[in-house]
């Protein structure tokens, strides 16, 4: 922002933001979005809400060194400030491009505001600052005009880079955001068949995450992050349920049903708007002593997401293609954002860079193409950013290779009814660029257990596979099938049949069932009280490999049970900011324009509470702050003990304890007006 030439010259902040163009109003809102929610009514408004302690002091947590620097340097001149002696206090020149434009982003963000060639300070930045914000230093005499300030930082700090190939990094970041999708989608089946139960405190207990862990073949941290993203995305939460468990959401189906770059782009932007902190789980919690639990209350951490905007924004301004070190972003993140206080920075900072990795958004420790579509714009635009991942995500591998050893390698992602005969048929003994699965006996059984018959099952792997089936794979596949059905189970309450007396002999002598309650009716009949249900699963974790059967003697072959929770309309915890988009600013903007041409028409002079801001409080303190400051009177409508409004030309000098200290009119007597009686102020 450039000052105009016939800008006149503005006694105060309102002054200067009714000068401003509707583009440069349309700027201050997007870039503060605290001043346009809930919306001002005119601009008086917007200035008092700028002015505000808790305005200003989001303001400042979002400069970095040099603009706080610049800030202070302004200061330490006085009021108005002296740009000349502050660009020296910096060891620069008033014509220093780097001032120049630290000085227009200042203004564009109502921190300063000038005429011509003078600049004030906002009077709550010096308040926040303080009079001497460089600190206890040499007076201006003994510097002889040189720099007060120390250390002085116009430019982040110069870190070290490893250079990577653009096609390495987005292939290692593609082939992330395959896995990512893949082990979401293998959480959810798991949480289908089989939900973790919700526990009393909330969040999923320590053995649910080890057990899942456990069986993505992931690290503990990494299945929180799984679950932890996979929630804030809408796809996993609790059923609500008397007895609660996690389960998918409804959320979920609709998500399996997009193109595989649209299911990324929904993760990472939920990630990207979360306020959860995966990188907590497992740390002490603040109450109770125990530990933080996965998808707990006490993982929600609000700074984090403003973290993650920033770590990803130094990404994206480092030169393309070179991954920094987790110190050097440490280390440009402080001189960011130097106000905002974060304990144990290189602690999330390491959890920020790895969360990235694990998404897809960096690879090599490089941001990748589709990471920096997705953060080159606020909010995120999640079209570009899904187009921008489409040509690096590895397509699903439709062959896998079985070989002797029992074994099948899935060269790639597979999905569909692949991905569905694999976590059927076998066990994942390792992932990377291929992932190796393992057939079993225990993994054959759950397949037939399924309804596959052993022919079924062999054509299946003979058609997915692009070697032909293994001889032992056959063999297996085989001996499994004399076992399975053995054992015929259905309810009398429930019974047991089976054509080799010899086995129910077995059972009948077995001390571990006895809790069964089995009595033999007939040479190859055993029943129980208890309920099909539990004898056929009590008699398989015995490892006799049973079958249900219906009333008539066929087999029963189980239908897919998969758990649901009811579709929820997702909510993001509740932040103090939110983002302003550009047609809302306008829409606004338009707004303010219509409320200040009432005020400003108004001829009789009267206050209209709402073109002033109504009882907002913010905005009365701050209008009555500016007119002390600046020594100008107002106008404002005070109501009586009786409740009637008067109008008042007021002249305010100080204004403390909740009340408002000055004269009325042309009279010299003191009035004293309390604040929260006034319903309506602007300036006269």
């Given at each position: 922002m450039t000052p105009r030439p016939d800008a006149p010259r503005a006694r105060s902040l309102a002054d200067a933001l009714r000068g401003r163009s509707d583009d440069e109003l349309v700027a201050l809102l997007v870039a503060r979005p605290d001043l346009a929610r809930p919306a001002p009514t005119d601009i008086t408004a917007l200035a008092a809400r700028s002015g505000t302690r808790a305005s200003i002091q989001r303001a400042l947590e979002r400069l970095d060194t040099a603009h706080l620097q610049v800030l202070e340097a302004l200061l330490a001149t006085g009021t108005p400030a002296d740009v000349d002696r502050a660009a020296s206090r910096l060891g620069t020149d008033r014509g220093s491009q780097d001032l120049l434009d630290i000085l227009c982003r200042l203004e564009s963000l109502a921190l300063v505001w000038r005429s011509t060639d003078r600049i004030s300070v906002a009077r709550t930045v010096a308040e926040l600052l303080g009079p001497r914000p460089a600190g206890p230093g040499p007076s201006d005499s003994m510097l002889g005009g040189g720099r007060l300030l120390e250390d002085v930082a116009l430019h982040p700090p110069q870190v070290a880079l490893t250079p990577r190939p653009a096609a390495l990094v987005d292939q290692a970041a593609g082939g992330a955001a395959g896995e990512l999708l893949g082990l979401v989608d293998e959480t959810a089946t798991q949480w289908a068949e089989r939900p973790p139960r919700v526990l009393r405190t909330r969040g999923l207990a320590v053995r649910d995450l080890r057990a899942l862990a456990s069986s993505l073949d992931v690290p503990v941290d990494h299945a929180a992050f799984l679950v932890e993203v996979a929630h804030a995305a809408g796809l996993l939460a609790d059923d609500g349920g008397l007895d609660p468990v996690w389960a998918p959401t409804e959320g979920y189906d609709d998500w399996l049903q997009q193109e595989p770059p649209a299911r990324w782009a929904a993760l990472a932007d939920a990630w990207l708007r979360s306020s959860r902190a995966p990188h907590l789980v497992g740390s002490p919690a603040e109450r109770g002593g125990?530990?933080?639990?996965?998808?707990?209350?006490?993982?929600?951490?609000?700074?984090?997401?403003?973290?993650?905007?920033?770590?990803?924004?130094?990404?994206?301004?480092?030169?393309?293609?070179?991954?920094?070190?987790?110190?050097?972003?440490?280390?440009?993140?402080?001189?960011?954002?130097?106000?905002?206080?974060?304990?144990?920075?290189?602690?999330?900072?390491?959890?920020?860079?790895?969360?990235?990795?694990?998404?897809?958004?960096?690879?090599?420790?490089?941001?990748?193409?589709?990471?920096?579509?997705?953060?080159?714009?606020?909010?995120?635009?999640?079209?570009?950013?899904?187009?921008?991942?489409?040509?690096?995500?590895?397509?699903?591998?439709?062959?896998?290779?079985?070989?002797?050893?029992?074994?099948?390698?899935?060269?790639?992602?597979?999905?569909?009814?692949?991905?569905?005969?694999?976590?059927?048929?076998?066990?994942?003994?390792?992932?990377?660029?291929?992932?190796?699965?393992?057939?079993?006996?225990?993994?054959?059984?759950?397949?037939?257990?399924?309804?596959?018959?052993?022919?079924?099952?062999?054509?299946?792997?003979?058609?997915?596979?692009?070697?032909?089936?293994?001889?032992?794979?056959?063999?297996?596949?085989?001996?499994?099938?004399?076992?399975?059905?053995?054992?015929?189970?259905?309810?009398?309450?429930?019974?047991?049949?089976?054509?080799?007396?010899?086995?129910?002999?077995?059972?009948?002598?077995?001390?571990?069932?006895?809790?069964?309650?089995?009595?033999?009716?007939?040479?190859?009949?055993?029943?129980?009280?208890?309920?099909?249900?539990?004898?056929?699963?009590?008699?398989?974790?015995?490892?006799?490999?049973?079958?249900?059967?219906?009333?008539?003697?066929?087999?029963?072959?189980?239908?897919?049970?998969?758990?649901?929770?009811?579709?929820?309309?997702?909510?993001?915890?509740?932040?103090?900011?939110?983002?302003?988009?550009?047609?809302?600013?306008?829409?606004?903007?338009?707004?303010?324009?219509?409320?200040?041409?009432?005020?400003?028409?108004?001829?009789?002079?009267?206050?209209?509470?709402?073109?002033?801001?109504?009882?907002?409080?913010?905005?009365?303190?701050?209008?009555?702050?500016?007119?002390?400051?600046?020594?100008?009177?107002?106008?404002?409508?005070?109501?009586?003990?009786?409740?009637?409004?008067?109008?008042?030309?007021?002249?305010?000098?100080?204004?403390?304890?909740?009340?408002?200290?000055?004269?009325?009119?042309?009279?010299?007597?003191?009035?004293?007006?309390?604040?929260?009686?006034?319903?309506?102020?602007?300036?006269?």
């Amino acid at each position: 922002m450039t000052p105009r030439p016939d800008a006149p010259r503005a006694r105060s902040l309102a002054d200067a933001l009714r000068g401003r163009s509707d583009d440069e109003l349309v700027a201050l809102l997007v870039a503060r979005p605290d001043l346009a929610r809930p919306a001002p009514t005119d601009i008086t408004a917007l200035a008092a809400r700028s002015g505000t302690r808790a305005s200003i002091q989001r303001a400042l947590e979002r400069l970095d060194t040099a603009h706080l620097q610049v800030l202070e340097a302004l200061l330490a001149t006085g009021t108005p400030a002296d740009v000349d002696r502050a660009a020296s206090r910096l060891g620069t020149d008033r014509g220093s491009q780097d001032l120049l434009d630290i000085l227009c982003r200042l203004e564009s963000l109502a921190l300063v505001w000038r005429s011509t060639d003078r600049i004030s300070v906002a009077r709550t930045v010096a308040e926040l600052l303080g009079p001497r914000p460089a600190g206890p230093g040499p007076s201006d005499s003994m510097l002889g005009g040189g720099r007060l300030l120390e250390d002085v930082a116009l430019h982040p700090p110069q870190v070290a880079l490893t250079p990577r190939p653009a096609a390495l990094v987005d292939q290692a970041a593609g082939g992330a955001a395959g896995e990512l999708l893949g082990l979401v989608d293998e959480t959810a089946t798991q949480w289908a068949e089989r939900p973790p139960r919700v526990l009393r405190t909330r969040g999923l207990a320590v053995r649910d995450l080890r057990a899942l862990a456990s069986s993505l073949d992931v690290p503990v941290d990494h299945a929180a992050f799984l679950v932890e993203v996979a929630h804030a995305a809408g796809l996993l939460a609790d059923d609500g349920g008397l007895d609660p468990v996690w389960a998918p959401t409804e959320g979920y189906d609709d998500w399996l049903q997009q193109e595989p770059p649209a299911r990324w782009a929904a993760l990472a932007d939920a990630w990207l708007r979360s306020s959860r902190a995966p990188h907590l789980v497992g740390s002490p919690a603040e109450r109770g002593g125990s530990s933080i639990n996965a998808l707990s209350p006490d993982a929600h951490w609000p700074p984090v997401r403003a973290l993650r905007a920033d770590v990803l924004a130094d990404l994206a301004e480092l030169p393309p293609w070179s991954a920094p070190t987790v110190d050097g972003l440490v280390a440009r993140l402080r001189w960011r954002r130097p106000l905002r206080r974060v304990a144990d920075l290189d602690r999330v900072v390491a959890a920020v860079v790895r969360e990235a990795e694990w998404l897809g958004l960096t690879g090599r420790g490089a941001l990748g193409s589709a990471g920096r579509s997705l953060v080159a714009s606020t909010p995120p635009d999640l079209t570009s950013a899904t187009e921008a991942m489409h040509p690096h995500l590895p397509a699903p591998v439709e062959e896998i290779l079985l070989q002797a050893d029992l074994t099948a390698v899935a060269p790639g992602r597979v999905e569909g009814e692949l991905a569905r005969l694999l976590r059927l048929a076998a066990d994942v003994e390792s992932r990377g660029g291929a992932t190796v699965h393992r057939f079993t006996e225990s993994s054959i059984l759950r397949a037939l257990d399924a309804g596959w018959t052993a022919e079924q099952l062999l054509d299946a792997l003979a058609e997915a596979s692009a070697t032909p089936v293994p001889q032992p794979l056959t063999y297996l596949v085989n001996d499994a099938t004399r076992r399975h059905g053995r054992l015929r189970v259905a309810a009398a309450s429930s019974y047991v049949r089976s054509e080799d007396p010899v086995t129910l002999d077995a059972i009948l002598a077995d001390p571990a069932l006895g809790l069964l309650g089995l009595r033999r009716i007939a040479p190859t009949v055993l029943v129980s009280p208890v309920g099909g249900d539990v004898l056929l699963t009590t008699l398989r974790e015995r490892g006799l490999a049973p079958v249900a059967e219906t009333a008539d003697g066929v087999v029963a072959v189980p239908r897919g049970s998969t758990h649901r929770a009811p579709a929820r309309r997702h909510t993001s915890p509740p932040t103090l900011t939110s983002v302003v988009d550009r047609p809302y600013a306008e829409n606004l903007v338009a707004l303010l324009r219509a409320g200040q041409a009432g005020v400003d028409g108004r001829a009789d002079g009267r206050v209209d509470e709402d073109a002033a801001g109504g009882t907002d409080p913010a905005v009365v303190l701050g209008v009555l702050r500016e007119a002390v400051a600046d020594r100008h009177p107002v106008r404002l409508s005070h109501a009586g003990p009786d409740g009637v409004a008067t109008t008042l030309l007021f002249h305010p000098r100080r204004v403390e304890g909740g009340r408002v200290y000055g004269t009325a009119g042309t009279s010299n007597v003191e009035r004293i007006l309390t604040l929260h009686r006034i319903t309506g102020v602007s300036q006269a």
